[in-house]
């Protein structure tokens, strides 16, 4: 062990928020080592829309996401299960860009900053002040500080024994791009029994077709194409898009056991950060924002108290614990209201009613679950 490097930070998981993070850190001249399990490109089950509230932050980091393409997005449109339909600007707006693409420009960006392994943590340790880290192909990394960005479910999160993973979750998602009509300004949520499904368009013009289901609703038919068909198209948006959309992908991907439960921000002296600290409801299209904003907290904390040489650990968790229950807590339980409403069809036609009648409640509910600009 003695002939180890200790990292200042040890980032776990490379989606945006260990991304965000480990440049952040490594700008700023620490000593950042950011293990990822996959090589990039990848895609990933995602809505794929991106709140503006990052944009700038993210040109401050070196990313511009406009610069690979990235479609400027201003307008939303809803509907429900029956087809009523809710059209209303965004108050900030955002942009709709793949994830295949979005987390490939951090990580080339990164690269020039930052040492990058692709591997599998398998454990983390703590003693005597410093972290060990183990990774499935035996390697073993030292660093004063680890960073947990491993997502919404990891085997790390079962090593850690936290409590979300005990429980079942009831949730699947599905996510492919498909070449169809659809306005590229427009991020688009339709409802349909026991789940919705955002649409969206990319960088390369494909239309990213996101959805969010309970298992209950999936398991009465079983099979992605027939669900499709005989669910998602009782609305006659979706059964529009889908009778003439082309898919781009061999077949659409999946991910299953989508857990919301709270999770704690830090957890055994690891400092969560993006989905690992807590993961909003898919349609507040708000959740890589939060990836991203956790990222810039953790990180600007992080700086001002280890590289003045002023590090107290436990004062450092005590305020990050603080600072995310403050900025995130309130949207992930209005986030949390709105998917209930969304779920139960008599709630969600009066919602409906309602905003008809007072076309403000969509852009403040927005705003509700959406942050200032960075
Ligand atoms: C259906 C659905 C739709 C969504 N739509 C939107 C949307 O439109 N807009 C929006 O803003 N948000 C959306 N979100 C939320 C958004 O996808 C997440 O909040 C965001 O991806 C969080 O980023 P992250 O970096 O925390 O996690 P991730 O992007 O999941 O990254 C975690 C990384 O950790 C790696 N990893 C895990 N374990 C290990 C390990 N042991 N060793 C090494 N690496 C590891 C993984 O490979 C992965 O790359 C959606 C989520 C869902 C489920």
Redesign the pocket.
Known sequence: MADLITYDALI???????LTCALHLSQANCKVLL????TYPHH????????NEVLQYLKNLGIDPYAKGAKKISKFEMSSKNGAVIQTELPLGGFGIS?YSF?NILYEELRKHAEVVF????SVSFSSEIFTVETQNKNRYKAHYVVG????R???DINLKRDFIRERSSWL?V?AHYECDFPEDTVALHNFEGGYC?L?KTETNAVNA???TTYKSFKRVGAIGAFQEQVLSENPYLKDFFSTARLLFDKPLT?SQ?SFQKKEPVTNHIFM????AG??H?LC???????IHAAKLFSELFLSAYKTGHADRSQLEQLYTDIWQKTFSKRLRTGRRIQNMLLRPAATSIGFRIAKVVPALVPNLIKHTHGNVL
């Open positions: 776990i998981g490379g989606g945006l928020a260990g293990v990822e399990k996959h990933k089950v995602c809505g794929e829309y991106v709140s994830r987390d591997d599998t943590v398998s960005a491993f997502g919404k990891s085997n790390i998602a996510k955002g969206s996101c959805y969010l991910i989508i950060i993006g989905d690992s993961l909003i898919p299209g708000n959740g890589m924002a939060m990836a």
